[in-house]
């Protein structure tokens, strides 16, 4: 007999309409200039015909990370994006109807997977001033809770966690035996890590990604840290061959390449601080302390004016409802300057 799955028809997911051609994208949390076009026609130069025919193997890119991350490949798993990780962590570490803690707003596939699998996602709201009390996260993490998700920094919110605000959680969890995932997909955008505690202990991961700082979204390669035999509890799920031989080429080269990654910083660093210095001069509230994102209180209608820069200045954005004190805001993803020009350009057009 034909069969459905309740739990997959029930999803509520919201997929992308938007094609890209001719607009500027800062709805996606992308670069959006990219890597430098002759550093990506060098690693091109490369490829060949027997690195497209053949499946790509990981262990020689494994081992490149490992060495920049000050490991060895027993605590890494590649993944296809850091979502297919995360995905993993939820199959592997929680059962059916099995607890997961994670604040709200947060990145949507934590709950989307929770509801996929049968698991019981409990959000932890942000204050009305947009802050994040650990305490009501800790309050929520119960002697029947499985896993606890945070991300460091946050998406959308920005906002992050000292490492005694982290260490208050880390000794509840490991009190109550819950597992933590913390997803540091914004890493470099915001230098403060946790990795630390992913490679000296047990039952905590690091999700991250190649898709933001990186500019390799295009690509989907991500990689999971934790402790060896949990990592191979994740990498069982895997699929064969489930990261590709481009992305771990191209990725190498970003590593090895000599100041390429800060390169990339300096330029990003260079844009958000052109963004926050004009807003604060044109008077926009703004929020968001660190990731290449940031929540913009607009003096107008917010959903108009992601309408109109879509239709009249081809440039992307996001509208976020009820954040809190801001009310309805703008999310814009944040690039080079000359990115940020165009967007407060046509900002300073359209909202008035």
Known sequence: MYFFNSKVANLHRIFDQNERKDFLRLDLNENPGGL????????????????????PETKHFSEVLAKHLGTD?????????????????I?????????IVGVVPSYFMFQ????????????????????????NIIAEMTGDTQLLILLNPNNPMGNVYTDAEFEKILKVAKEKEITVLVDEAYHYFYPKTFIKYALNGEHIFITRTFSKLFSMAGCRLGYVVGWAEGVRMVQ??????????????????????????????????????????????????????????????????????VDRMKEEKKILIKVYPGVGKFGNCLRVSIGEKVYMQRFVDALLELDK
């Open 36 to 55: 430098p076009e002759n550093f990506i026609k060098k690693v091109l130069d490369g490829v060949t015909p027997q690195l497209v025919s053949q499946y």
């Open 91 to 99: 199959q592997a570490f929680t059962s059916e109807n099995g607890r």
């Open 73 to 89: 490949i027993s605590h890494l798993c590649l993944v296809n994006g850091s979502a297919e990780g995360i995905r993993y962590i």
């Open 236 to 305: 069982k799920l895997c699929t064969p061959h489930n990261t590709n031989a481009f992305a771990m080429r191209i990725a190498e080269a970003v590593l090895e390449t000599p100041g390429m990654l800060d390169e990339l910083i300096a330029k990003f660093t260079e844009g958000r601080k052109f963004l926050v210095d004009w807003l604060d001069r044109n008077g926009y509230p703004h929020v968001g302390e660190a990731g290449n994102f940031i929540f913009i209180k607009p003096k107008t209608d917010a959903a108009a004016i």
């Open 112 to 135: 989307v997977y929770s509801e996929m699998y049968g698991r019981n996602f409990v959000k932890v709201p942000y204050n009305e001033d947009l802050t994040m009390d650990v305490d």
